[in-house]
């Protein structure tokens, strides 16, 4: 029976390896397959891994339909097993519900790749869309890091080296090299008027995979005194 499986994780935990690796194994054994991203670090239109990957897919838009893409597809004659599905993060969760209706009238496999929660640690709504309707959600086995070690479990917005809290959920960066910054400039639209808003507006934007306790802290690799051999003390003085 077709499944909507939905693999999640933070940042840079390999999800574009995966879903290209999934498309090669699918292929193949013959079936035959679609792939669709939004918004990937290589541009429109692709679906791209850090470790240096890439290949052609069908750019997700706001105005998007999969059920019509699909449809037309199988009219004209073409053979669709399956869809690959990376930064569904991205899809709204009409392209969700679109998604599953696929996996249940069609008898279409969907693998959707994508980040579960965003820099504020509020679910992106296609994520959360898909956690609510997903027959399966498969957290994926690489682990990202904290730089002190532990599993990281939340992704940081940082902008000029400073961990921020605020601004929109979608602005395109990289995931930052722990101290070498690597983050790509993007601005935010203007407005707002806070100080995590104003310096998006104007600094480059990177991003960094945390574990809990660090982002609760704001202590990026950058600004913990760790590095240095003293970590900063809680509020409360406890150790």
């Known amino acids: ?33 679609v792939l669709f991203s939004s918004h990937d670090r290589a541009g429109e239109s692709m679906i791209s891994s850090r470790l240096g990957l890439q290949v052609g897919a069908v750019e997700v838009r706001p105005d998007s339909d999969f059920w019509t893409e699909i449809a037309g597809r199988l009219t004209n004659g073409a053979r669709v097993d399956y869809l ?9 969760s009409r392209h969700i519900d679109q998604l599953a209706r696929i ?9 959707a790749f994508g980040i579960t929660s965003d820099f504020r640690t ?10 609510e309707l997903a027959d399966r959600v498969q957290v994926l086995q690489v682990e990202a890091l904290c730089w002190c070690g532990r599993r ?13 809290l605020e601004g929109d959920q ?7 090299d722990q101290v070498e910054d690597t983050g790509l400039q993007y601005r935010e639209p203007a407005g707002g008027g806070s100080g995590d808003r104003a310096a ?25 005194p760790s590095l240095a051999g003293n970590e900063m003390p809680l509020p409360f003085g406890a150790a």
Do not use: W
């Open 122 to 131: 509020h679910l992106f709504p296609g994520s959360q869309r898909l956690i």
């Open 170 to 176: 979608m602005v395109v960066g990289n995931v930052e």
């Open 84 to 92: 690959i599905c990376d930064e569904a993060q991205f899809y709204t």
């Open 200 to 224: 998006a507006e104007s600094g480059t934007v990177g991003y960094e995979t945390l574990c809990r306790r660090h982002h609760m802290r704001r202590q990026t690799a950058r600004s913990s």
């Open 1 to 33: 029976m077709a499944e909507l499986v939905f693999f999640s994780g933070t940042m840079d935990c390999g999800k574009s390896t995966l879903a290209l690796q999934m498309d090669h194994n699918h292929r193949a054994r013959g079936r035959r397959g």
């Open 103 to 111: 996996v249940d009238e069609m008898a279409i496999d969907v693998f």
């Open 152 to 164: 990281a479990t939340h992704n940081a917005r940082v902008v000029d080296g400073v961990m921020v």
